[in-house]
């Protein structure tokens, strides 16, 4: 009997190949037939030559985490074919190029073997050139697509959308799935074959009303949404296909009617300049941005303090990959959580936005500004390269219907009707302080901003009272913060374990959970989406018995804030860390969970 | 202007013509040195926007960090200021001047400022062609952190102390000149004459205008030895030209004889008058005049001083960005929300 929509396929090539078209149209036909998805890119820092894997996980269950074997693994890549076969789960699949000429024979006993002469087949299609070259990945689709019984017509709809409709194009991609469809017609085995993809009909479709979408992207569509107008940036991996996707929805969402741009995008001479132009913007009254990495997290750093200590808003979105320095930029971690918090030299502190899933990356993308012009800071975005270049299933987006909240900012006639206004006064005793805009013509308006010492009346000081007032108001603030950052997400089960995680680990939880559930194991979730901690994470933490906090970096970061925010709760937890820069697996988890409960 | 007699005093007020007096262009006391170039040019900056008739409301101070980047405390009360990172000027205003491009610009700068630790900005406002008026107090140290050499300072020019510069001068307009700047030119803090004119065609240009200001430093590069002093740079000051500016609303004349007077057209109507020097013929429209004319002289020991350059028909960056006359800050949600029906044809690109 064969598993049905319920597989994990890892195409392992060799980047620059474009197998990227290819394994898009393998993960949109599944999805389209109403089967849950996710697709993950393991790939190089690299343009050309080294190896890529991508991961498809077709589940029922909706379970698109990672996972550390695949069902079928497609082999295409001589470099690593011998570590590929090793991918296979017993019983599985391996699909490799015969071209390569390799004797598996002996390889393993545990798994089916699916020889396709690749070279061959693309011989048989009547194409030239350049575009003969990329078919190869076309290829494994087509022979794919008659062993897992993929749906004809869906497969062909999604070859058109990848190639956006040009003819010559779709033509020939579509004659060379031909070629691999028949070769596995004639020479394959398909009654051996252990997996099945089944298309689901418009009622039980598992898809319906959902999209399939990289964090990027979804970032990029939510600041649009959210009110963005200026975006600096810098290029760097994973956060560069932000920017570029701002850019080019933009173009399509926000003209004015005679074609001009009601937006602007510069690309920075390097980060110190892109974040200072996002300053200067946000000084000005322009919702701005810049999205980065790591590396120029690091250059942004004393800007970063003078956003604080000046009260700009501002939205830094950091997309973060692994490691210090240069470390590995084409893998995922979480591991710029502290020095997001705590960014920049003196006494400073920084909200931080920590969204799970590219859904919450276009919902953050909208509410980040929000919460930018109502507490007058720079808030940070965390989100990193598993969501932010991976694809998620999501729920197809809406535009919120709520109105933007640009904080207290006063206007001309506001202005004529206040008396004492000082830009740095305290006077709802929220911490909060009322600004103005350059271009204001009210005497009361202007002001120096600046990032040395001053006092409420934006005056420079070097009076310890006079800066205490200011600082001290900045705590004041943060508490402020807590009532308006997005909450966690709570299942309050009652159980005696609790797991507590945050980010990306949210794709395996469900997963690791129900195994845990298997072995009779209940716990309760949470997801923290954001710091500093609102009550509901403090009482969650309260109740608690044994508590699993999981970290995707070497220090338990976020273990390490709890601990000073919220130091009669934080030293109860047990830390599951993950950093070797691959998205956790449900079975770490579970196997962790399981054995510190077993003891 | 207009005079009005005042009731009480009998002393005549001068007013410009949106009828505000010199002081209505005042900022706060200045803390510099006594004496210091920087509050010259501080005086300067007052004059030009005054007589230009600019409402101090429609102006934003930017600067970096240094006794140069102090100044806009000192200027203009009714300006909003930024007094942003030491280098970071030039990125700070491209973000400003990109969210209200309705406000006039200036930024203030020192030697340090620009061209060690900012000098990435420097160089990238310059080829954005960012419009603003871009004033380097040069002294050839870093006054703030008292004295050390910056690195316009010339070789082999001492410190206070006796210590010799061992390396290579940058020459801001040479610079500036190479990087596509639109509009450069060199003054000294002590020449009101100058200065305020160039400042005023600065404010009318139409992209990125930098003004190098020789302004000595009394305390510690104002001594022999030095190629910033107030002295030596009396001695060694050569005028290009003598520049006069004639506001769009005035009449034009000026007598002069043929072919030695040259009126420049600023975008708004307004003209920079070159009255040229005999023996300085210089084509202010060639970069590759303004090179050699900056060379000889410096070859020749003089500081060259005028405008070297000038080109309104580029582009500038709120051009190239395509920007709408409204300013970006001034955009409320229903203007930035898009529309359900746009939204919604681009989600199908993700099903
Ligand atoms: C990042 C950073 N490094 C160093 C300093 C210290 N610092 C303050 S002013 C200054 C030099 C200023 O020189 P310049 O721009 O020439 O201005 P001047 O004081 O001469 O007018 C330095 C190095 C600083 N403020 N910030
Ligand atoms: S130290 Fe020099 S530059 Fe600074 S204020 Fe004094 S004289 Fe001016
Ligand atoms: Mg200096």
């Known amino acids: 009997m064969s598993q049905v929509n319920d597989f994990v396929i890892n195409i392992a090539t060799v980047n620059g190949s474009g197998s990227q078209s290819a394994n898009t149209i393998l993960l949109k036909t599944l999805f389209r037939m109403g089967i849950p998805v996710g697709g993950k890119n393991v790939f190089p820092s690299n343009i050309q030559g080294l190896p890529t894997w991508f991961w498809v996980r077709a589940s029922k269950k909706n379970y698109t985490g990672r996972r550390e074997l695949a069902d079928i693994v497609v082999a295409m890549n001589p470099q690593t074919l011998l570590s590929d076969s090793k991918l296979v789960k017993t019983g599985g699949v391996l699909l490799y190029n015969s071209d390569m000429r390799f004797d598996l024979g002996n390889l393993r006993k545990d798994i089916l073997l699916v020889a396709v002469p690749i070279k061959q087949i693309v011989d048989s299609v009547a194409a030239q050139g350049k575009i003969k070259k990329l078919l190869a990945n076309i290829i494994y689709v087509g022979v794919l697509a008659d062993l897992l019984e993929l749906d004809r017509e869906i497969l062909n709809s999604a070859i058109k959308d990848q190639f956006d409709g040009k003819e010559s194009v779709v033509d020939v991609n579509q004659q060379a799935l031909e070629k691999g469809l028949e070769y596995s017609k004639n020479y394959l085995k398909k009654e051996n074959f252990p997996y099945r993809a089944e298309k689901q009909d418009e009622v039980n479709s598992q898809t319906k009303g959902k999209i399939m979408i990289d964090g990027n992207s979804a970032a990029a569509l939510g600041l649009i949404c959210g009110g963005a107008t200026f975006s600096a940036w810098y290029p760097i991996t994973p956060s560069s296909s932000l920017v570029e996707n701002f850019s080019k929805y933009a173009a399509l969402l926000r003209k004015t009617d005679d074609g001009k741009n009601k937006f602007a995008v510069v690309q920075a001479e390097d980060e110190l300049a892109s974040i200072c132009m996002v300053l200067g913007a946000g000084w000005a009254g322009a919702r701005s941005f810049t999205a980065t990495s790591g590396p120029g997290l690091s250059l942004m750093q004393e800007a970063i303090g003078y956003a604080y200590y000046a009260e700009i808003p501002s939205v830094i979105w950091d997309v973060q990959r692994v490691g210090p320095s240069t470390g590995m930029p084409t893998r995922t971690a979480q591991a710029d959580l502290l020095s997001s918090v705590f960014a920049s030299h003196g006494d400073t502190k920084h909200p931080v936005l920590i969204p799970g899933t590219p859904g919450e990356c276009f919902e953050f993308g909208q509410v980040c500004f929000d919460l930018a012009e109502r507490l007058q800071t720079l808030i940070f975005v965390l989100s990193d390269l598993d969501i932010g270049m991976n694809l998620w299933m999501e729920d197809e987006f809406k535009i919120s219907s709520k109105a933007y909240d640009r904080g207290k900012v006063l206007s001309e006639d506001e202005l004529k009707k206040t008396t004492n206004y000082f830009r740095y006064q305290d006077v709802d005793g929220d911490g909060i302080p009322f600004r103005s805009l350059p271009g204001v013509k009210h005497p009361a308006a202007p002001y120096v901003v600046r990032g040395s010492g001053h006092n409420s009346k934006a005056q420079y000081t070097e009076s310890g009272d006079e800066y205490l007032e200011v600082v001290d108001r900045l705590t004041v603030k943060w508490q402020t913060a807590k009532t308006l950052v997005p909450k966690p997400l709570i299942d309050q089960k009652k159980a005696k374990v609790s797991i507590v995680a945050y980010g990306s680990a949210e794709s395996a939880i469900t997963e690791a959970r129900d195994l845990l559930r298997k072995e009779g194991i209940e716990t309760n979730y949470m997801r923290i989406r954001s710091i500093p901690f609102s009550l509901e994470v403090e009482q969650f933490l309260s109740e608690g018995q044994r508590i699993y906090l999981i970290d995707l970096n070497k220090d338990a970061q976020m273990l390490g804030i709890l601990k000073m925010e919220l130091p009669q709760l934080g030293n109860q937890m047990i830390s599951l860390r993950h950093y070797e820069g691959t998205p956790i697996t449900a079975d770490k988890i579970s196997e962790f969970v399981i054995k510190n409960e077993r003891g | ?351």
């Open chain 2, 1 to 351: 202007m207009d005079s009005k007699i005042d009731s009480k005093n009998e002393v005549p007020i001068l007013k410009n013509k949106i009828g505000l007096e010199k002081k209505d262009y005042a900022g706060g006391a200045s803390t510099l040195c006594t004496g210091c170039g920087h509050d010259q040019i501080t005086n300067h900056i007052i004059s030009a926007f005054y007589g230009l008739d600019i409402d101090p409301y429609d102006v934003a101070k930017m600067s970096g960090i240094g006794c140069s980047s102090k100044t806009p405390g000192y200027f203009m009360n009714k300006s909003f200021g930024f007094n942003s990172m030491h280098g970071r000027m030039a990125a700070v205003s491209t973000g400003a001047k990109i969210a209200n491009h309705r406000l006039t610009h200036i930024g203030m700068s020192g030697d340090g400022d620009s061209i060690s630790i900012g000098l990435g900005g420097f160089c990238h406002v310059i080829r954005r062609n960012l419009p603003l008026v871009y004033v380097v107090a040069n002294n050839g140290v870093y006054g703030l952190t008292k004295g050390q050499f910056s690195a316009t300072s010339y070789k082999d020019s001492t410190l206070k102390s006796g210590e010799k510069n061992p390396f290579e001068t940058i020459d801001i307009c040479t610079l500036a000149i190479d990087l596509g700047c639109t509009f450069v030119a060199r003054s000294f803090s002590g020449d009101a004459k100058q200065l305020v004119p160039l400042l005023q065609a600065a404010i009318k240009h139409h992209g990125t205008a930098v003004i190098d200001v020789i302004s000595p430093c009394v305390t510690f590069n104002n001594h022999d030895g030095s190629t910033k002093s107030f002295s030596w740079v009396k001695e060694h000051d050569v005028s290009l030209q003598e520049l006069g500016f004639i506001e769009a609303t005035e009449a034009v004349n000026v007598d002069y004889e043929e072919g030695s007077v040259e009126l420049i057209d600023m975008p708004d109507g307004s003209k920079l008058k070159i009255k040229k020097l005999v023996s300085r013929e210089h084509d202010v429209h060639s970069r590759l005049a303004a090179m050699k004319v900056l060379y000889e002289s410096k070859a020749n020991g003089e500081l060259l001083t005028g405008l070297f350059f000038i080109d309104e028909n580029q582009k500038n960056l709120i051009e190239v960005l395509e920007l709408p006359q409204q300013s970006l800050a001034s955009f409320q949600g229903m203007d930035l929300r898009p529309n359900d029906l746009s939204f919604k044809k681009i989600m199908t690109n993700f099903s």
